[in-house]
């Protein structure tokens, strides 16, 4: 089944028949593993890779670091539950070391970034600081080549 997953993540649209011929198996049973994958909540979905400068020039993501007070009882899943309801937010995940959240937050421009972490992050019962890193540009992301390689015509020029 780790096979099936490892080929998934590469490429989730090929098709059945591929996956089996790829694994030694059948389309049938590729069918079955992929359905037991989603009952069981291993898979939770599908999506695509965007390069996002071509798709949106206009489209800014960051990433915010959240130093927070994890809640009596629930540590930091309530708190973190309460972020992902946002609609900017695309990713949260909860770290080791100098702060505890990392939220990755999508937006129209610079400033409604930083309006949504001013107005919304910052204010949340909890949070003791935010620290936003805006995103520049993306090489790689889940292992697929976003930017095409340009020739630097600097390293061209002989002493």
């Keep these: 089944m780790n096979e099936l997953i490892n ?5 989730a649209r090929f098709s059945n028949e591929q996956l089996a011929e790829m694994l030694g198996t059948t389309a049938e ?4 593993q992929i359905q037991d ?3 069981d909540g291993i898979i939770k979905g599908y999506s695509v890779i965007i390069d996002e400068n071509r798709a949106d020039k206009d489209m800014v993501i960051a990433n915010i670091e959240l130093k927070v007070t ?3 009882d629930y540590g930091f899943d309530e708190l973190a539950k309460t972020i992902m309801m946002y609609d900017e937010v695309e990713a949260v995940s909860l770290m080791s070391g100098a702060y505890d959240l990392l939220v990755t937050v999508k937006g129209r421009n610079f400033k409604k970034i930083a ?8 204010t949340i019962e909890g949070v003791l600081s935010t620290a936003t890193h805006f995103v520049l540009k993306t090489y790689k992301e889940k292992g697929i080549f976003i930017e095409d390689e340009e020739a630097d015509e600097r390293s061209m020029i002989a002493p």
């Design 7 to 11: 080929l998934l993540r590469q490429n």
């Design 29 to 32: 049973d590729i069918e079955k």
């Design 37 to 39: 994958l989603e009952n």
């Design 70 to 72: 994890p809640q009596r």
């Design 115 to 122: 309006l949504f972490v001013a107005q919304r992050l910052a």
